[in-house]
């Protein structure tokens, strides 16, 4: 579905390095408006040094990021969001004592006059809430009542209030039970369906194969493979994500690709296909 | 294993939004207010307890003279109370306004009484003294990152050491007793037919706020409380009012402290409640991180709540001294800080932060400031006074922590 269109976001060539420890060595990354491209891997395989990278909290060493065509340097959330990058963390930033519309314009209140606007905010809220068809019960009750999928929910419909074009989530489905998946599950299609980039981190191949259309795989830091989801088994998959494909005859097949195609300039810089 | 997927993705789920059927709506409006805005009842029925015991102990405690006594009396409890609010709202704790207090009153009588500044101008820099207080003590705590409580328990100490050298070897000073400053808090008292007016406006002026709302929310097409509501809570409190005002012009009537109590009171409420400035509080008190995230400045409102709160002392330790017409070494020490911070528990401020119930401490003010009036009526030794406020303190913030658990295992 994106074939032949330019990415909103493209990250070429990107590392990070921590240290003694090389957490992300060129690394390629394109979405694309209106799909759903999961980032796969193992622990440490460098999935939130790049999430931080693209979000602005810990810049990339190297590499260029391309956003709506335009070549940018994120230097900080802000940026990030000012550009319409909008990011939701695993442990979600949300306040228990406020309610789901407070939570919702948290730092960009509606003012009337000196005071807030809680009418305008609250009639916002429910309009964004039912576009995305989530299910709170009351968009006045306390954060702190709903269960983890309804404020996996608000966090996810938080972010897009800035009217962002990206939208990085990160393990929204963790400790999440198999209803609550299912429901943000449910929304962050419909966020592909307003014509979102969305990138969604998860350990959880169940969930990358309901909602994403591509796979992107990071091992130990690196690209290690990029799948269309319907041309891919979980189990291609997997040996990418466990480098189980990493055995002396995928290494020669790999080579040799590589040598054949070594006058071809465009090839060079592709790390696909494992180290 | 390749496509039996648990939850099928396509299709759009559930037919209606839970959010437009309104009678879910009306159900989520009724348990907001359940656990918010009736959530005061509990105080108001001890209210009404300590006032039905002190009134058989002691037939005198309901009479019109002792009614007037009390309000003197909470005025200054009242605005401390008010200041400290804030402070725990952020679930922080200031040790230093009794003696911030203490500070300001001798302040106020230096200047006015040895140095003749006018009384406005003594007032003035008594209170600008507790906002640098508040202002040291705040950077202290957000910018190196001391706790509050070692922070502000150093400033109870300091700060009552540099009100003994403020009152110098005099250690008392009187205010001229027909001066300005005694005239405003012991002798100004509401006309009766502004107050009567005032009690009548003040329901009406609730009214028509309550229906603007009501009529905005409507043309939003959201959910509105039911008509009925908010004339009867006018009516309500329309009647109290009046037979509160009645009651106390038998005596001398309302004094001009209490009000002004009242509207320092109303409008930290306010603030706290309907400004984006009061909402960052809560933010910060719910969830630090969350606060931090969506860009709101955590050091400058931790700073400017310690430079409220110590203001609000200093306040409060001027409208004392001006009630009782002195200043000495114990203005502000004793029993004043813990009935402060008793005033605002009692009142539904949580210690754990984020969460207030509305007016607490006004609330709050009463039922300390009752239970003092009442013990002091009944003569009791000081022994007895400070064992009933302790455990009165100690009970409320039992509840208070016992609210926090129940809150946390049920998900709220």
């Known amino acids: 579905m994106s074939g032949g269109r330019e990415p909103i976001l493209a990250m070429r060539g990107v590392s990070k390095r921590f240290g003694a420890v090389q957490a992300l060595s060129d690394v390629d990354l394109d979405v694309y408006a209106g799909e759903v491209v999961a980032l796969v891997g193992d622990n440490g395989a460098g999935k939130s040094t790049l999430v931080k990278a693209i979000c602005g909290v810990s810049p990339p060493d190297t590499g260029t990021v391309t956003f709506a065509g335009r070549e940018v340097r994120v230097e900080s959330p802000h940026a990030a969001q000012e550009l319409g990058i909008a990011t939701v963390f695993q442990d979600l930033a949300l306040c228990d004592n406020l309610d789901v519309v407070n939570n919702l314009f948290l730092g960009r209140e509606l003012r009337r006059g000196a005071s807030l606007d809680e009418v305008e905010m609250e009639r916002r809220s429910g309009k964004l809430l039912r576009e995305l068809a989530a299910r709170i019960p009351s968009v006045r009750l306390p954060v702190a009542s709903l269960s983890g999928g309804q404020r996996q929910t608000v966090a996810i419909s938080r972010s897009l209030l800035g009217d962002p074009k990206v939208v990085?989530?990160?393990?929204?489905?963790?400790?999440?039970?198999?209803?609550?998946?299912?429901?943000?599950?449910?929304?962050?299609?419909?966020?592909?369906?307003?014509?979102?980039?969305?990138?969604?981190?998860?350990?959880?191949?169940?969930?990358?194969?309901?909602?994403?259309?591509?796979?992107?795989?990071?091992?130990?830091?690196?690209?290690?493979?990029?799948?269309?989801?319907?041309?891919?088994?979980?189990?291609?998959?997997?040996?990418?994500?466990?480098?189980?494909?990493?055995?002396?005859?995928?290494?020669?097949?790999?080579?040799?690709?590589?040598?054949?195609?070594?006058d071809d300039p465009l090839a060079a810089g592709s790390a696909e296909g494992g180290a | 294993m390749v496509d039996p997927v648990t939850e099928p993705a396509v299709p759009p789920p559930t037919p209606a939004t839970e959010l437009s059927s309104p009678k879910e709506a009306v159900g989520g409006w009724l348990q907001t207010l359940r656990t918010g805005d009736i959530g005061s009842l509990p105080i108001i029925i001890g209210l009404i307890l300590i006032v039905i015991v002190f009134q058989s102990l002691n037939p005198t405690f309901l009479n019109a003279f002792n009614l007037v006594n009390l309000c003197l009396q909470i005025a200054a409890l009242g605005i401390m109370a008010t200041g400290i609010t804030l402070v725990l709202m952020l679930g922080e704790i200031d040790l230093s306004i009794g003696s911030v207090s203490g500070l300001a009153a001798a302040v106020l009588l230096v200047t006015h009484v040895n140095h003749d500044y006018a009384p406005l101008l003594a007032v003035l820099v008594a209170v600008l003294v507790g906002t640098l207080v508040g202002l040291i003590q705040g950077s202290i705590f957000a910018k190196i990152g001391v706790p509050s409580f070692i922070v502000t328990l150093a400033g109870l100490l300091i700060w009552q050491g540099v009100q003994l050298r403020v009152l110098g070897e005099q250690g008392t000073i009187n205010l001229p007793p027909a001066g300005t400053l005694v005239r405003w808090a012991q002798f100004s008292f509401v006309p009766r037919w502004l107050a009567i007016t005032l009690a009548a406006l003040a329901p009406l002026l609730y009214l028509l706020l309550s229906l603007l709302t009501r009529r905005r929310r409507a043309a939003a097409e959201l959910p509105v409380i039911p008509l009925w509501l908010p004339i009867a809570v006018a009516v309500i409190l329309l009647v109290l009012l009046q037979l509160v005002v009645a009651k106390l012009y038998l005596d001398r009537g309302v004094p001009w402290t209490f009000v002004f109590m009242v509207l320092v009171v109303v409008f930290f409420d306010w603030l706290l409640r309907r400004t984006a400035y009061g909402r960052k509080i809560f933010a910060v008190g719910g969830n630090i991180e969350a606060a931090r995230r969506a860009g709101i400045n955590v050091d400058w409102i931790r700073i400017s709540v310690f430079a409220l709160c110590s203001t609000l002392a200093a306040v409060s330790g001027v409208v004392a001294a001006m009630r009782l017409g002195f200043a000495n070494q114990q203005s502000g020490s004793g029993e004043t800080l813990i009935n402060a911070i008793a005033a605002a528990v009692i009142g539904g401020t949580s210690l754990f932060g984020g969460r207030t119930r509305r007016y607490a401490p006004l609330l709050g003010a009463l039922v300390i400031g009752s239970i003092a009036n009442g013990l002091e009526l009944l003569s009791l030794s000081s022994d007895v006074r400070l064992i009933v406020t302790g455990t009165v303190l100690l009970a409320a913030v039992v509840i208070d922590a016992l609210v926090q658990r129940s809150r946390t295992s049920h998900g709220r």
């Open chain 1, 168 to 262: 990085l989530l990160d393990e929204p489905t963790a400790a999440l039970g198999v209803a609550q998946t299912a429901q943000v599950l449910n929304l962050i299609e419909r966020l592909r369906d307003r014509g979102l980039g969305v990138v969604l981190i998860s350990h959880n191949m169940v969930d990358v194969r309901a909602v994403a259309d591509r796979v992107v795989v990071l091992r130990l830091g690196r690209s290690n493979g990029e799948f269309r989801i319907h041309e891919v088994t979980n189990e291609q998959i997997i040996a990418a994500i466990t480098g189980a494909t990493q055995n002396v005859v995928s290494e020669r097949v790999a080579r040799l690709r590589e040598q054949s195609a070594g």
